[in-house]
């Protein structure tokens, strides 16, 4: 297992429970905690900027990449390659930087495989499949076939609920907020 001084926080959730909008609260408050820029062949969505959101790279490169051994984990998530920078991560824990990452279930599995217990993951769910759906169908930025595909993940995700260090329900935003940094927040002081 690798020697970390930072903390290693991670969220997981199912596509549309609000992860994003979280996430975005807790960076902008946040100023000791550093976020992990995955590597990513999904397609660009308008507003997000390359090296800030994701390191866009097509799936050429991600499999170069991948051989080369440069991600710490991968995932095939909803058809796109999905990949945490080694250097990257080992670098700043190494610094006594805590790290912020946004992984699915997969990517959480082998975290917990490498760092063990020092490795948090915090669970966001929707209040329903429904909400979910609609939450999906209202952002605009999905065809109805990408839709049908996070849905048909997020059923099996959300089967996980119970799998991870914390759970938070993405009901009313302003609420999970606050209950989310608290989590956060101890996490930190640990
Ligand atoms: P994710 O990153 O999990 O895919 P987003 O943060 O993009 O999800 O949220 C999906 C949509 O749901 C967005 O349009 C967002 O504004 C909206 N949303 C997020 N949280 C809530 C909430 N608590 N109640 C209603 N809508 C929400
Ligand atoms: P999105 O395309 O909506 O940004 O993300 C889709 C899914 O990929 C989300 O569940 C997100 O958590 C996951 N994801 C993003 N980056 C990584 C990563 O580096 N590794 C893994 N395993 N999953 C990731």
């Known amino acids: 297992m690798a020697q970390t001084e930072g903390k290693i926080i991670i969220i997981v959730a199912p596509s549309g429970s609000g992860k994003s909008t979280l996430i975005q609260k807790i960076k902008d408050e946040f100023n000791k905690l550093e976020w992990s820029v995955s590597f990513t062949t999904r ?45 990257f991560v080992e670098e700043k824990l190494k610094q006594g930087i805590n790290v912020l ?26 209040p329903s499949i429904d909400a979910l759906k609609s939450r999906l169908l209202q952002r605009g930025t999905d065809d109805i076939e ?3 595909v996070r849905l048909e993940n997020a059923r099996k995700e959300l089967l996980r609920k119970d799998d991870f260090d914390y759970c938070v329900v993405n009901d009313d935003i302003g609420r999970a907020h606050e209950e989310l940094r608290s989590v956060i927040l101890e996490i930190m002081e640990s």
């Open 101 to 126: 990452f946004d992984l699915d279930v997969q990517g959480v599995d082998s975290f917990k495989e490498y760092f063990g217990d020092k490795a948090k993951a915090i669970f966001i769910a929707p």
């Open 43 to 87: 397609p660009q969505r308008e507003g997000e900027v390359d090296g800030v959101a994701y390191n866009f790279i097509d799936k050429e490169e991600f499999e170069s990449r991948r051989d080369k051994n440069e991600f710490l984990e991968w995932a095939l998530v909803h058809q796109n390659y999905y990949g945490t920078s080694k250097i």
């Open 146 to 148: 990408v839709i049908n």
